[in-house]
């Protein structure tokens, strides 16, 4: 079966941390590019983060800029999203996705993400 697994979500304190991760199982991550997706109750799901394929293209929102940050362990088949000074306004439904990624071109500024598969994402809950 060919699927994304999110973990490591939870309810953390403001200014705490959490480290996402994102497991692919049935299908290797090493020509995919992964990106971090939340969705937060009432709004439109939001692109946070994204990793090339390759690892050397990396692409945040404006509003975790300098707080998250983006990684993959091929050797591992998972990428991470560690997530530092977490503030309420980031609690939402966390997802990643894969798309498919061969001129690692995926995380460039405005590009496509047609992603092939998505997690069944993960509650981060940042409150006091």
């Known amino acids: 079966q060919l699927q994304l697994v999110e973990s490591g979500g939870g309810l953390v304190q403001p200014g705490g941390s959490l480290r996402l991760s994102c497991a692919a199982s049935?299908?290797?991550?090493?020509?995919?590019?992964i990106g971090w997706f939340r969705q937060a109750p009432g709004k439109e799901r939001e692109g946070v983060s994204c990793?090339?394929?390759?690892?050397?293209?990396?692409n945040y929102a404006d509003s975790v800029k300098g707080r998250f940050t983006i990684s993959r362990d091929n050797a591992k088949n998972t990428v991470y999203l560690q997530m530092n000074s977490l503030k309420p306004e980031d609690t939402a439904v966390y997802y990643c996705?894969?798309?498919?990624?061969?001129?690692?071109?995926?995380?460039?500024?405005?590009?496509?993400?047609?992603?092939?598969?998505w997690g069944q994402g993960t509650q981060v809950t940042v409150s006091s």
């Open positions: 996705a894969a798309a498919g990624d061969v001129f690692d071109v995926r995380c460039r500024p405005r590009a496509m993400f047609p992603a092939d598969y």
């Open positions: 049935g299908f290797t991550l090493d020509y995919y590019a």
């Open positions: 990793i090339s394929a390759s690892g050397g293209s990396t």
